[in-house]
């Protein structure tokens, strides 16, 4: 849950109340993009309060960032590929690391013995024609006799004066895990590829952060407040299901646009060839021989970061197969080189490092110098280069063994991508309205009828909320809205209707201009649905027999929510019966000015759909347009598709669910314009001609016995329709 500053503490009294106070996993802080300001200091972080229903079995994924080499003191040495020779680090190139000098590595040194007290199998060890003791009471870190003999062949021991020491690099463990705060997110959440677009969308930075430390493939992500669809968007990109939800027709649609509109990585999955070859290669091993279903639930390849030690290295067993292999070639060139060497220049040397062991005849690979010396022959340069070569060659095995042996580090957020597929969000949308009402009660726990009538006139209501009034209200002053601003219904009266169904008479004039006195006046039954449910068509039918009872013209009903199969029934006898959508911006009736300029109440009227049967014993759907209502005539018109952005359709629809099983676009600015683009030569032209279309594809008989069309206009204002197919 996102919070702003103010009302933390508030919030975290009531979740500590819902889940308990043991629950609470972390209080996030992370920086916004743009600060706040007020009279005092300005507000630049918003908090995440992370609840669960029992802490202490949570599903968390640690996630990483860099390490700030600046601030970390004990990285203070600069070691070159040979380790002859270790410098201390200038503040310059702590700072930045592109000045670090090639081949030379920030690190640290840490004394190989251990402090705890114990006997050692071995006091002396001998490097580099030194012997270094452990101490009597002590002993060697490494739990194994070849332990120290393996971090000599990988060049990670150092004597320093008497002690010898363990080569740390940065690079062996350079991230740490994300703490609480996150100071990053204020100018990462919004790119050019992810735009703000809402006006309280969150920095898509922190939901992604928030959906992979919480989550794996193919888990349920659910967003009870969709308002751009950040939340869906990043659970779409990283293969999680998702349920966002909104009351707001506007939220919808942006959050419709924005994952139909975008182009997605391809993720290797871990059940799949090419992620089984690709662990593999990661890993150094042989491929799996599983067979593989494509099941995203077992997640992706993911980046690792090795995590070295020194009993990873100690342990590493790989390390002695690599040397010897290579001995083999570079003890030959280490005597061939001794041979070439000037006339006591390996005695000199030797003398000025003041060995305390027994010194080998021939020249040691620590002596050889990286850089040809001046006073070599040039008998001996060939041999140098070779010796170099192969040094080097060994180092890169030997250090690719220590990285894929040693324990390591999932990026839950670096998973490997197949650059040869491109992923966009096709039909994913299961929408459904709820069936049931929410019933209020009373002081005196009476249920409330949410379809109460208006039983006296606005004069005499009490100073208390009621919800028909105040739709009422906004409805005389913003008439209802139909597909084109001239065929609106604007009510030059709207008066209380003391019946059961029908909470008002509204009066408008057909013909003329539609002004007092331009036409013929129609009376209006005006049926106001509930405040939070969904209408059902026998609420309709009830409605409208009421009006015809009472002589009206015609009847408006108003709702936020119609059950689909209210799409089924437009009239009864000659009553026409038109469906007004209220906007949700009706919920906040104390805060929204009745100005009358917003779209409030909207028709958007019936599809016109033909269904046709073809000879392979399938079915296709062609929209026709969109059939609405003239109130200046009367009459009931086909607006044709130019007026259609979008249309989807449920191939087996269960009376419950929509599923989007079809997807087809018709208007210039359907939403992927955007993704056609970005995807120039990708896109096959005949795939793509069949998602512009007025007619769908063919789709077998379905087994419910009904199809659902849902048609959306370029406002965004949409109507859905069921019909029955092959009874």
Not at 69 to 82: G, N, Q
Not at 130 to 158: E, F, I, V
Not at 287 to 297: D, H, L
Not at 580 to 589: E, I, S, Y
Request: glycine share 6%; with cysteine; net charge negative.
């Amino acid at each position: 849950m996102q919070i702003g500053d103010e009302n933390v503490h508030r919030v975290r009294a009531v979740m500590d109340e819902v889940f308990g106070e043991d629950n609470c996993c972390a209080e996030i802080i992370f920086r916004k993009t743009a600060r706040t300001s007020t009279n005092l200091l300005p507000t630049e972080n918003d908090f995440i309060l992370w609840y669960a229903k029992n802490k202490d079995s949570v599903k968390f994924r640690a996630l990483y960032q860099r390490k700030n080499i600046s601030e970390l003191r004990s990285y203070k040495y600069l070691v070159p590929m040979d380790t002859s020779f270790v410098r201390m680090a200038s503040i310059e190139e702590k700072e930045n690391e592109k000045i670090i000098p090639k081949g030379w590595r920030l690190a640290q040194l840490s004394f190989v013995v251990s402090g705890d007290p114990g006997k050692p199998e071995e006091r002396l060890y001998t490097f580099r024609c030194k012997n270094y003791d452990c101490g009597s009471h002590r002993h060697w870190k490494t739990s194994n006799p070849q332990g120290l003999d393996r971090l000599l062949a990988a060049q990670r021991l150092y004597g320093l004066g008497s002690q010898l020491n363990f080569i740390r690099y940065f690079d062996d463990f350079y991230v740490e895990a994300f703490s609480t705060q996150w100071l990053d997110t204020g100018s990462a959440g919004f790119s050019n590829s992810d735009p703000k677009v809402y006006v309280v969308q969150t920095d898509s930075t922190v939901v992604q952060r928030c959906i992979l430390m919480s989550t794996d493939p193919g888990d349920l992500v659910l967003d009870p407040t969709c308002g751009s669809g950040t939340s869906a968007y990043a659970a779409e990109q990283w293969g999680r299901r998702w349920i966002t939800i909104d009351t707001s027709r506007v939220a919808l649609a942006l959050a419709r646009a924005r994952i139909m509109g975008a182009r997605y990585p391809f993720y290797l999955l871990a059940d799949s060839k090419e992620g089984q070859l690709k662990e593999a290669e990661i890993t150094r091993s042989a491929p799996s021989s599983k067979t593989t279903y494509g099941n995203i639930r077992h997640g992706f390849v993911y980046e690792r970061v090795p995590h070295i030690t020194l009993k990873s290295i100690a342990n590493n067993a790989e390390i002695d197969v690599i040397w010897d292999k290579f001995e083999e070639t570079l003890a030959p060139l280490r005597e061939e080189m001794t041979e070439k060497l000037p006339s006591g220049w390996l005695e000199k040397y030797r003398k000025s490092q003041k060995y305390t062991a027994e010194v080998p005849a021939s020249i040691q690979e620590w002596e050889i110098p990286r850089d040809f010396p001046i006073d070599w022959p040039e008998s001996a340069k060939s041999l140098h280069q070779e010796f170099w070569q192969l040094r080097i060659e060994r180092q890169k095995e030997i250090d690719a063994s220590i990285a894929a042996k040693a324990d390591y580090e999932y990026l839950y957020d670096k998973p490997y991508e197949d650059k040869k597929k491109v992923r966009v969000a096709g039909p994913f949308t299961v929408e459904s309205l709820s069936p049931h009402r929410m019933m209020g009660v009373d002081e005196n726990d009476e249920l409330i009828d949410p379809f109460k009538k208006l039983a006296e006139p606005s004069a005499n209501y009490s100073k208390g909320y009621d919800f028909a009034q105040m739709i009422l209200e906004n409805l005389k002053t913003a008439g209802v809205q139909q597909a084109h601003k001239a065929d609106k219904i604007s009510f030059t009266s709207l008066a209380p209707w003391p019946g059961e169904y029908i909470c008002a008479e509204g009066r408008y004039f057909e013909g003329g201009n539609g002004e007092e006195g331009s036409g013929q006046e129609r009376r209006a039954a005006i049926f106001v649905g509930p405040e939070f449910g969904t209408v059902s068509r026998v609420d309709l039918v009830t409605a409208a027999r009421e009006a015809a009872d009472a002589d009206f013209d015609v009847l408006i009903a108003c709702a936020f929510n119609y059950e689909a199969h209210t799409t089924e029934f437009e009239k009864l006898g000659r009553i026409p019966v038109l469906k007004a959508r209220m906007n949700a911006d009706l919920h906040m009736a104390d805060d929204l000015k009745n100005t009358g300029k917003g779209n409030l109440f909207v028709i958007f009227g019936e599809p016109d759909i033909d269904i046709i049967k073809t000879d392979e014993n399938q079915y296709q759907v062609k929209v026709n347009g969109v059939d609405v209502f003239h109130p200046n005539t009367g009459e009931v018109r086909s607006d044709g598709p130019d007026g259609i952005a979008c249309w989807f359709i449920d191939t087996d629809y269960n009376e419950e669910s929509f599923f989007v099983r079809h997807a087809y676009f018709l208007g210039a600015s359907d939403p992927y314009k955007s993704l056609k683009t970005t995807l120039k030569a990708e896109i096959n032209e005949e795939a793509w001609a069949t998602l512009n279309s007025d007619t769908s594809r063919p789709f077998e008989k379905p087994k419910s016995g009904r199809i659902a069309v849902k048609v959306i206009n370029h406002l965004g204002d949409e109507v859905m329709k069921v019909f029955r197919v092959g009874r």
